[in-house]
């Protein structure tokens, strides 16, 4: 990998068109390297209002290649992990001056191949929950049939992060095996399942960049998955995160890079897979130590709008430095203000949902009457425009994001101003952030 220095002037292409590309895409306008920012046509009406549209589709690798060409984009950010595990950073990056930030297939199988990403645990001896690997229904069945606690099905390929099946009892494991293996549920991500230990306690997501040698942990946050208050109901993409979290003490911190980051990028080093992007470790924090639930090879949404908001620095120099194996000549800093983001979703989210219905209360929401050093920012996730209004376009359409001097300050924010988004059927969980045990002021900077 040649080691060039990012340019001061770079034309950056966004891919992806949800909450966690704009706030991407927010930050990379910050940069003063920053010329011009190209996002996909068919971005939510928020990356649109920041970037120019890429007329080509970003699936035809072959003609994309050329428009960079003539364009001159220097660096290519892929957000979401459908095109990583489409190996489009392998394809995109055949061009000595041009770099393309994020792992090549073969690091994302990390995430697309959760039996894969098991494998590499158990051989590096990562903290994780004890899992089996089945294709067969009778097989798996029986193996149900032998457990006496409860257990996780997960489909192991990329299922929009809904894979998950968490069964208390035989009966509801029985039930998960079938729907994955035979109703195929997941479709073909499902064809392979895992048979996992239900583990307990508080989750946490580690998330760094890595670029084949060095990482940085960018930040711990922690992202509420249930669609429901107090942790209840179906299992959603995120429904609002935080960060700094205060679950993410020094110790715990040390504990992860050591067990979890460093024996992971080096078991990928010596498969002659040097891991460039983000490694995002889920982790749960049980009795017996923090073990790793999932990882994925991109960043986390919605954790990325409450991280770009506290990131300071330049994003484009910190993915270039990424993609380039050079991140160890650069600093990372964030914000001591605490983020907190809450997501305003569709009635019907995290199933079926209604498209079209007109969004307003964008400005009064943006009003919401902070103190100095308070901040409100709105990240537009599933939203588009139609005859000049503005209207839902997805399940989760805005990501209000609040910052302040705690996360219960941000929290109460992010909150007060999501009550004002209006469209129908609109909802969001009211508990983003609340009931923390501790301070986010109580919570060390990292040594
Ligand atoms: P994942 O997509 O693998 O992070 O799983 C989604 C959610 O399912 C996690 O955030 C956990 O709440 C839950 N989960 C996943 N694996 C386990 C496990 N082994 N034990 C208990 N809960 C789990
Ligand atoms: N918020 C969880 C994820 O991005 O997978």
Redesign the pocket.
């Known amino acids: 990998m040649a080691r060039l220095r990012c340019p001061d002037s770079v034309n950056v292409l966004l891919l992806g068109t949800g909450g966690r590309e704009h706030a991407l895409a927010w930050k990379l306008k910050k940069s003063p390297r920053l010329k011009t920012l190209w996002v996909e046509a068919d971005a939510n009406a928020g990356l649109l209002e920041i970037g120019r549209v890429c007329p080509e589709p970003m699936t035809d690798t072959f003609r994309l290649a050329r428009w960079c060409e003539r364009e001159e984009i220097n660096l290519i950010v892929v957000g979401p992990e459908v095109p990583l595990a489409q190996d489009f950073v392998t394809k995109m990056s055949d061009l000595p001056r041009r770099v393309v930030f994020g792992p090549t297939r073969a690091g994302a199988q990390l995430e697309w191949d959760k039996a894969f990403a098991k494998q590499v645990m158990r051989a590096a001896s990562v903290p994780t929950?004890d899992a089996r690997t089945f294709t067969d229904l009778e097989q798996a069945l029986a193996y149900v049939d032998t457990r006496v606690d409860g257990c996780?099905v997960?489909a192991t390929g990329l299922a929009a992060?809904k894979?998950?099946i968490?069964c208390k009892t035989i009966p509801q494991a029985r039930a998960a095996v079938e729907d994955c293996l035979s109703k195929r549920l997941f479709g073909d991500a499902g064809a392979t399942i895992l048979i996992?230990?239900?583990?307990?306690g508080p989750?946490v997501s580690v998330i760094a960049l890595c670029d084949g040698q060095t990482f940085w942990v960018l930040d711990a946050a922690q992202?509420h998955?249930r669609v429901g208050e107090g942790d209840t109901g179906a299992?959603t993409g995120g429904m609002g995160a935080f960060c700094p979290t205060p679950r993410a003490t020094n110790d715990l911190m040390r504990v992860v890079e050591r067990d979890v980051l460093v024996p992971t990028i080096d078991a990928l080093k010596r498969m002659d897979v040097p891991f460039r992007g983000v490694l995002y470790a889920?982790i749960?924090l049980t009795p017996a130590g923090p073990k790793v639930?999932?990882f994925n090879t991109r960043f986390g949404d919605p954790e990325t709008q409450p991280m770009m908001t506290r990131l300071k620095g330049d994003l484009v120099e910190l993915c270039w430095a990424t993609a380039t194996a050079q991140l160890s000549l650069v600093e990372l800093d964030f914000d001591s203000r605490a983020a907190c983001c809450v997501v305003v979703c569709a009635k019907g989210y995290p199933d079926a949902y209604a498209k079209g219905h007109e969004i307003t209360g964008l400005d009064d929401a943006k009003a919401t009457t902070c103190v100095a050093g308070e901040e409100i920012h709105l990240f537009h996730a599933g939203t588009t425009r139609k005859n000049g209004k503005l209207v839902t376009n997805g399940g989760r359409v805005i990501g209000v994001t609040a910052l302040a001097a705690t996360v219960a300050r941000a929290s109460a924010l992010a909150t007060e101003a999501a009550a004002k988004i209006r469209f129908e059927g609109a909802f969001f969980r009211k508990d983003i952030g609340a009931n923390l045990e501790l301070h986010a002021s109580a919570v060390a900077p990292r040594a």
């Open positions: 929950a996780v997960k992060g894979g998950v968490v996992e230990d239900l583990l307990e989750e992202d998955k299992n889920g749960m639930l999932e």
